[in-house]
């Protein structure tokens, strides 16, 4: 049996933020959340979120995450006292208790199946991760054998000269036997630095103590600040862009470009400068991106091109060319073929196949038949100051340059509308439309006369 708990009851003081620091975000996902999800593949028993500093927040931000329990720490007196909550929720819990600092985000899953199988397979009493750190400043260090068995874990703070030379760290992540360990975590004393309750101190009231050392120090890297925050966004981008071109996706400036984790890449896509994608973004085989776009929520077929523009909930279907300089708002449904230029910008519309907006549009509530060509500047007029209203333009036809479509409008299939024409009344299929002042022409014009 095995229950898992996260310590995220902490304010996060060195963030220096009006969030608390399990929720700050990283690659588009919480840090809490990177945590828990780190150790869904051990199916524990029982999950167990320790909450404090705004712990409404916490659980209100974790609402879709089901089948976690919330303990509350208050006040919050160290990660011994927060751990000393779980003293009744788990009573006589016969089992294993992963216990995970909420704020070490890298942590891959197979690390953690490990640590839990060589805890089982050793009988140790508790089995921690470590890893040698460049530079371990601020972290604690662990006091341990050449067999692995650890007598002792110091604060940075708490530590003298000498041990902090000492390169082994600890990550802040233990597989304890709970009996064992319910049966010291009373005896804890806040004498140290800080006057807390120190989990850490655990480890020499317990026999055995191992530890297991991770290769990549990366992975237990904790966020403690905002330059540790960037420096593990970075760790993540770089592993994110790595699995993504062992996929076939061509990065032309890796670095420069941001992926998010639900992010999803189709082969041989091209991916040049300065690109991000966010949220769950589908991109097809073949697709180019770039440079200079965002792209967010959004759904590409294949081989579409989308270059320095902002897409955000809109789908595009297959062999479309987009930008530069679009923007396709929520509720964009773009069809095949389709191409849209620069300054244009489209909102909660249907473009059917092989529409063409090139040029400095706005495309708002409307549905666009197939084939449709939306000359330079056309305009929907989608809002009368109250409500929204909607355009259906048919297939096949063509607005001339500044139009202005005043919604709610309808124009039947193969209609012209003539140049700088306002349109305020439907239009059968086959019309020429036209809603202009007449061209007025006075010959031999000399000008106004000049003032006496
Ligand atoms: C802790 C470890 C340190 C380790 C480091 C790894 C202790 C005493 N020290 O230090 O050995 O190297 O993590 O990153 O455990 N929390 C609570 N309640 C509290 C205090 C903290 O839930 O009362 C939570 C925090 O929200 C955070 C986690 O525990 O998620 C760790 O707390 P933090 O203050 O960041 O500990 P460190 O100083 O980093
Ligand atoms: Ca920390």
């Known amino acids: 049996m095995l229950a898992v708990a996260v310590l995220a009851a902490g304010k996060g003081t060195r963030m220096k933020s009006a969030l608390p620091k399990v929720l700050q975000p990283l690659a588009g996902a919480t840090l809490v959340e990177r945590v828990l999800s780190s150790c869904d593949a ?56 992963l216990v995970l600092n909420g704020d070490v985000p890298l942590l891959r899953p197979e690390t953690l199946t490990s640590l839990v199988e060589q805890h089982r397979a050793s009988g140790a009493a508790v089995t921690l991760l470590t890893a040698r750190l460049a530079d371990p400043t601020g972290y604690g260090r662990v006091f341990a054998d050449a067999a692995g068995a650890v007598s002792a874990i110091v604060e940075h703070r708490d530590c003298n000269d000498e041990q902090r030379r000492n390169s082994l760290t600890n990550a802040g992540i233990y597989c304890f036997n709970w009996q064992q360990l319910a049966a010291v975590l009373p005896l804890l004393t806040t004498d140290n630095d800080q006057g807390e309750l120190y989990l850490t101190d655990t480890v020499a009231l317990l026999e055995p103590a191992m530890h297991r050392e991770v290769a990549d120090a990366d992975e237990i890297t904790g966020i403690n600040d905002r330059l540790q925050l960037s420096q593990c966004e970075a760790v993540l981008q770089d592993r994110l862009r790595r699995h993504w071109m062992a996929e076939g996706v061509t990065f032309t400036d890796p670095a420069s470009c941001t992926l998010s984790e639900d992010s ?189």
Do not use: M
Request: charged share 20%; with cysteine.
């Open 42 to 97: 051990l199916h524990p028993e029982r999950r167990i979120l320790i909450v404090g500093h705004q712990a409404e927040r916490v659980e209100r931000e974790l609402q879709g995450h089901s089948g976690l329990e919330y303990v509350l720490q208050q006040p919050q007196n160290g990660t011994g006292h927060a751990v000393q909550q779980l003293l009744e929720p788990l009573g006589d819990f016969q089992g294993d208790l």
């Open 264 to 452: 999803r890449f189709g082969r041989d896509v091209v991916v040049e400068p300065q690109c991000h994608f966010r949220g769950a973004s589908r991109i097809g085989d073949g697709c180019r991106i770039g440079p200079g776009c965002l792209i967010e929520d959004s759904l590409l077929g294949a081989e579409v091109s989308v270059v320095y523009s902002v897409l955000r909930q809109a789908r595009v279907a297959d062999g479309c060319a987009i930008g530069p300089f679009a923007q396709l708002r929520p509720g964009s449904e773009v069809g095949e073929h389709c191409h849209i230029g620069n300054f244009v910008e489209v909102k909660n519309s249907t473009l059917a196949a092989g529409v063409k907006v090139n040029h400095l549009s706005y495309i708002g509530d409307a549905d666009l038949g197939a084939g449709v060509n939306v000359g330079a500047g056309t305009i929907t007029a989608n809002y009368d100051g109250v409500n929204k209203h909607r355009t259906v333009v048919g297939a096949g036809s063509k607005t001339g340059a500044n139009s202005v479509l005043v919604a709610p409008i309808r124009l039947g299939d193969n209609v012209t509308v003539g140049a700088g024409s306002t349109l305020t009344r439907d239009v059968p299929a086959g019309a020429l439309a036209l809603g202009r002042a007449r061209q007025l022409v006075k010959e031999n014009w000399s000008g106004p006369a000049p003032n006496p």
